[in-house]
């Protein structure tokens, strides 16, 4: 049993239509979890604690940050709720069929369903969530990459995988948040 999570801006209705469809498809039930916005960030989450993170030029800083604070928001949620997730973004698309219904959450932390370094789709166990969530808040921890790549990063300290096949792409209908004109 696990809950299943859409990391969505609420602004976003045209994403969430689409998402909305695809699980429908898919038969899974879930709920939309509101991404940060760069409104949301305080001073110091944007100025001393993602003051380290290398931003690309074409990509947005504050979205990026935004996206960050969102994913740590998601793994407090899931460790607090004691239950395995399934976290999705709202622009994926399935490629492949995958059973849902059969997954062994003893056997991994983190279940990658894309790319190793990706955080768009992914099974999270609820106690790998919380010490993931202890981990990236240490009073000593500054990240340097986006979420991704530092979730990427814990390889060593976590047991993540990732499918043989990705099961998900990423839309090209939509518009990134974080490099609308493309990276």
């Known amino acids: 049993m696990y809950n299943t999570f859409v990391l969505s801006l609420e602004k976003d209705i045209e994403r969430r239509k689409h998402i909305t469809a695809v699980l429908y498809q898919l038969g899974i039930k879930f709920n939309f979890f509101n991404a940060s916005t760069p409104d949301d960030l305080s001073y110091f989450f944007q100025s001393v ?3 380290n993170i290398d931003i690309g030029e074409k ?3 504050k979205a990026v940050y935004a996206t960050f604070h969102s994913h740590l928001n998601l793994l407090t949620k899931i460790y607090n709720s ?3 997730a399934l976290v999705l973004e709202d622009d994926l698309v399935p490629i492949r ?3 849902f219904n059969d997954i062994d959450f003893e056997s991994f932390d ?3 369903l894309m790319s190793e370094v990706s955080c768009c789709c992914q099974f999270i166990t609820w106690p790998a969530a919380g010490d993931m969530m202890w981990r990236l808040r240490q009073q000593n921890f500054f990240p340097t990459q986006a979420f991704d ?3 990427h990063k814990l390889r060593g300290e976590f047991d993540i995988q990732t499918v ?3 099961v998900f792409k990423q839309s ?3 518009k990134s948040n974080l490099a609308p004109d493309g990276y």
């Open 82 to 84: 004691r239950q395995h």
């Open 164 to 166: 043989d096949e990705p």
């Open 110 to 112: 983190v279940l990658q």
């Open 59 to 61: 990509v947005i800083a």
């Open 49 to 51: 604690y993602c003051k």
């Open 172 to 174: 090209s209908n939509f």
């Open 97 to 99: 069929d995958f059973d």
């Open 149 to 151: 790549w530092e979730l």
